[in-house]
């Protein structure tokens, strides 16, 4: 079984920056597919970015390119997302997930067998 538990999240001005952390336990995040998706109010659970196993392939939604940089420590088992230049539809909650049976997971949620709590991102003046 693998958990994974989300944190870093909270209230951030626009143009400014957040880091998120996943921590994994249960399994190395070296041997785990890795992906971020976020949920606004009333929305759908979306894609935000996903990491293979080695973190040598990431792949972001068109809406977070440039901006999110989705990287693993595997000496610490976890992975994070970096965000920058933060926007007010960025506002959600966060979720990591991963897979391990794959290398690459993807961007669809249905390739994820495990989930963690999900943490609140606010970008707000």
């Known amino acids: 079984q693998v958990q994974l538990a989300e944190s870093g999240g909270g209230l951030v001005q626009p143009g400014g920056s957040l880091r998120l952390s996943c921590a994994a336990d249960?399994?190395?995040?070296?041997?785990?597919?890795i992906a971020w998706f976020r949920q606004a109010p009333g929305k759908e659970r979306d894609f935000v970015a996903a990491?293979?196993?080695?973190?040598?392939?990431?792949q972001y939604a068109d809406s977070v390119k440039g901006r999110f940089i989705a990287s693993k420590d595997n000496s610490k088992n976890t992975a994070y997302l970096q965000m920058s230049n933060l926007k007010p539809e960025d506002t959600a909650v966060y979720y990591c997930?991963?897979?391990?049976?794959?290398?690459?997971?993807?961007?669809?949620?249905?390739?994820?067998?495990?989930w963690g709590q999900g943490t609140q991102v606010t970008v707000s003046s």
């Open positions: 990491i293979s196993r080695s973190g040598y392939t990431t």
């Open positions: 249960g399994r190395a995040t070296s041997l785990l597919a």
């Open positions: 997930a991963a897979d391990r049976d794959t290398v690459y997971g993807g961007t669809s949620l249905n390739n994820y067998d495990y």
